[in-house]
């Protein structure tokens, strides 16, 4: 990838200080030794302005600022030297670690380790004095500790960097998790909506349609008391629902979710809204009482499927029964309606299927199976068979 060559401001800026600060200690005849084979003392600044030439490469071509840094610090040692040069070196030896590639960050200080260690042993073995030691110090001290402070330095950065990162990865997947959950609520809402108005919402269009069609005094009163009973009942889930949705009524307890044991009361109002269809509806319950009552999601969806399935019947069943049954086997309990398939006279009221839509997503998300369509019977007629089957305990349900 090319990387832009224009010196960083605080490239300049060090670049700038050091020559300056070279050039102040040169006026001055501050010199770091003497007796070299160029004693010139202008030849001091020609390593000097290569160095400060290389400060302006420290970022954006670290290696080649270390390799041509070294060459001057190398040359600058034939010279009276400058403190000033060596001071530089510092810096882009510590810049090529800092900005340079990872093999780089790797290798530099072990280099710089090694060569250390030899001028160490290597001058004490020349001059076989003491303070042959110093002269390792002082190489450590211009190449050793540089890297390994860019070294720490780079680990920071690149610690910092990685916290950065997991911190907005964190921060996504909690979008994203609030984001599936206000789905997931919305989904759920609609279901629980769709299941509480629209068996009574059904049974009024049916009975208004017949009391308007039908001119017959008789006729228009039972269907005015159906319509009655089906808002003022419709009405009650309502505000069962936005108790729910508040988190409980005024006495701050959640309202009660609509149980298994409420399914004869249920069907005997299915009957009473199906009754001038021709729908005779039925409830055969083969349970056996269990040890452990149902979870209370199981008996809701349960509940909710029978609801749904008497409300398509009003809808589209042809008159005839409407059977439902309830059977707990082991860990799997069976709701299962059915219905006569086929057209019927009178008023209907039309589907847009999302009961079904809503059946199906319910015993999805307890981890059960559910199927619905028109089938023949034994004795040749089509019937209308909803059946889902849902876990009956909690280690069974989808988590």
Not at 195 to 214: E, F, G
Not at 251 to 278: K, R
Not at 306 to 311: D, G, I, K, P, R
């Amino acid at each position: 990838m090319f990387t832009s060559i224009r010196p960083h401001r605080d490239d300049v800026a060090l670049a700038v200080s050091g020559l300056l600060g070279g050039v102040l200690l040169w006026l001055l005849g501050l010199h770091t030794q003497g007796g070299r084979p160029f004693s010139a003392p202008w030849i001091t600044l020609v390593p000097l302005t290569v160095m400060a030439a290389m400060e302006l490469l420290r970022r954006s071509a670290p290696r080649t600022a270390l390799i041509v840094g070294t060459l001057a610090l190398i040359a600058d040692q034939l010279t009276r030297g400058s403190l000033a040069t060596i001071l530089m070196f510092t810096d882009v030896m510590y810049a090529a670690v800092l900005y340079g590639t990872p093999a780089a960050a790797r290798r530099i200080p072990v280099a710089t380790l090694l060569i250390t260690v030899a001028s160490t042993i290597g001058f004490l073995a020349w001059f076989r004095t003491p303070e042959a030691l110093l002269i390792g110090v002082v190489t450590g001290l211009i190449s050793f500790i540089p890297a390994i402070t860019g070294v720490s330095v780079r680990n920071h950065r690149t610690a910092a960097e990685a916290a950065r990162l997991a911190a907005r990865q964190t921060a996504r997947l909690a979008e994203m998790d609030r984001t599936q959950a206000v789905i997931a609520e919305r989904a759920r809402m609609a279901r629980e909506l769709h299941d509480m108005v629209a068996n009574h919402l059904s049974a009024v269009a049916i009975h208004s349609t017949a009391a308007l069609s039908i001119d017959d005094p008789e006729t228009s009163r039972r269907a005015l008391k159906v319509i009655r009973e089906n808002s003022v009942e419709g009405l009650a889930e309502m505000r069962r629902l936005i108790g729910l949705l508040r988190e409980g009524g005024e006495d701050g307890a959640p309202a009660a979710a609509p149980t298994l044991a409420s399914l004869d009361a249920l069907v005997e109002q299915a009957n009473g809204n199906g009754a001038s269809s021709g729908l005779v509806c039925v409830l055969e319950d083969t349970r056996v009482e269990a040890a452990v009552p149902l979870p209370t999601p199981v008996e809701l969806a349960a509940y909710r499927i029978v609801q749904e399935s008497l409300t398509n019947a009003l809808k589209h069943a042809a008159p005839g029964p409407v059977t439902v049954q309830l059977d707990l086997a082991g860990e799997v309990l069976t709701v299962e309606v059915t219905s006569a398939f086929g057209s019927r006279p009178g008023p209907t009221a039309p589907g847009s299927g999302a009961g079904l839509v809503g059946m199906r997503e319910r015993v999805a998300l307890l981890g059960g199976t559910f199927g619905a369509g028109a089938e023949a019977d034994g004795d040749g007629t089509k019937i209308w068979r909803v059946r889902a089957e849902l876990p009956a305990t909690e280690g069974t349900m989808r988590k």
